[in-house]
């Protein structure tokens, strides 16, 4: 396949055997960087647009299946492109508007200045796999549309245009992450991010992708070893990417990266954060949280944020 354009995070891959990997890295040179997601599955209980039935995939299972083929490094599968038999992005299914759920959300972004060239939708709706208990993944496109796009949502809870979440949704997101944080400690990060919302009874992630312009490549490094940092954060510009980037004032770790959505956009400069996860180096030394899906025993909080709710001392 020729690429038009850059692939990116939040894009999605069909290979030749019709595995659906979901793009995981903006380094997509000379190989596609993605995770496997879905498989055909004669018994699977998602169908696609032509009728085939696939299932999804867990974590580990989905390692494993990976780990199989002559194309997984470093814990993904690099797909060379004269693999890839269809590339999906997120933009195509705001193009195609065919969901009522997400014509509501794209008008909603629309209305507040956004427009829909800049909007996208990823996961299972992009595939065509969506089951009735699917959520929306909403994609915003380039740093300012994603700030706009909060604030936004920001105003229309507070001035009570659309719902809050509520705490039965607020527990049901809890189980979903499994965070390594009390449900009180989830709650008060997750409320000032402002990347989640409602609109009748449609609940949707909102998801940030760079802009062309925008993009940098994290080097890859080696790992050396589990460590837990205390330091202030002096950079949050890119705090809700994929990785999410902290870049600290520390002795020896220069930046906490967030490979699992659960810490995106989870403190801001000048706060003072606590991190676990495992050491980097590839120039710098980094801190990498989310070596698993469900990152145990790994995580990121702000000090300054529980300390200020009582939650713990700063």
């Given at each position: 396949m020729i690429l038009q354009e850059p692939v990116r995070i939040r894009d999605f891959v069909i290979t030749k055997n019709n595995w659906i990997y979901a793009v995981v890295s903006y380094d997509n040179e000379p190989h596609i960087r993605g995770f496997l997601r879905y498989i055909p599955d004669k018994n699977g209980d998602r169908v696609s647009r032509d009728g085939t039935r696939f299932r999804k995939v867990g974590f580990e299972e989905?390692?494993?299946l990976m780990h199989k083929s002559v194309h997984y490094r470093d814990g993904l599968c690099a797909i060379p492109c004269e693999n890839v038999a269809q590339l999906e992005r997120p933009r195509q299914c705001v193009e195609r508007c065919d969901d009522a759920d997400v014509s509501s959300i794209v008008d909603f972004f629309e209305n507040n200045g956004i427009s829909r060239h800049h909007m996208g939708v990823t996961g299972s709706r992009l595939v065509g796999l969506a089951t009735d208990s699917s959520d929306i993944d909403f994609v915003l496109y380039g740093r300012p549309n994603f700030e706009r796009g909060r604030d936004a949502l920001r105003d229309a809870v507070e001035s009570g245009l659309l719902?809050?979440?509520?705490?039965?949704?607020?527990?049901?997101?809890?189980?979903?992450?499994?965070?390594?944080?009390?449900?009180?400690?989830?709650?008060?990060?997750?409320?000032?991010?402002?990347?989640?919302g409602s609109i009748g009874a449609t609940y949707f992630d909102l998801l940030f992708v760079r802009d062309f312009d925008e993009i940098a490549i994290e080097p890859r490094g080696t790992d050396d070893g589990f460590a837990t940092v205390r330091a202030t954060v002096t950079n949050a510009t890119?705090?809700?990417?994929?990785?999410?980037?902290?870049?600290?004032?520390?002795?020896?770790?220069?930046?906490?990266?967030?490979?699992?959505?659960?810490?995106?956009?989870?403190?801001?400069?000048?706060?003072?954060?606590?991190?676990?996860?495992?050491?980097?180096?590839?120039?710098?030394?980094?801190?990498i949280v989310g070596t698993s899906r469900a990152a145990r025993g790994e995580w990121i909080k702000?000090?300054?944020?529980?300390?200020?709710?009582?939650?713990?001392?700063?």
């Open positions: 989905a390692r494993q719902p809050e979440i509520d705490t039965g949704l607020w527990r049901r997101i809890f189980q979903k992450r499994t965070p390594e944080l009390t449900f009180e400690e989830f709650v008060l990060h997750e409320k000032r991010k402002w990347n989640r890119y705090a809700f990417d994929s990785p999410a980037i902290y870049e600290i004032e520390h002795e020896t770790v220069n930046k906490v990266l967030s490979y699992t959505h659960t810490y995106a956009g989870q403190a801001v400069e000048g706060e003072v954060i606590e991190a676990r996860g495992i050491c980097n180096e590839a120039g710098v030394t980094r801190l702000s000090c300054t944020l529980l300390s200020r709710n009582g939650t713990q001392p700063g």
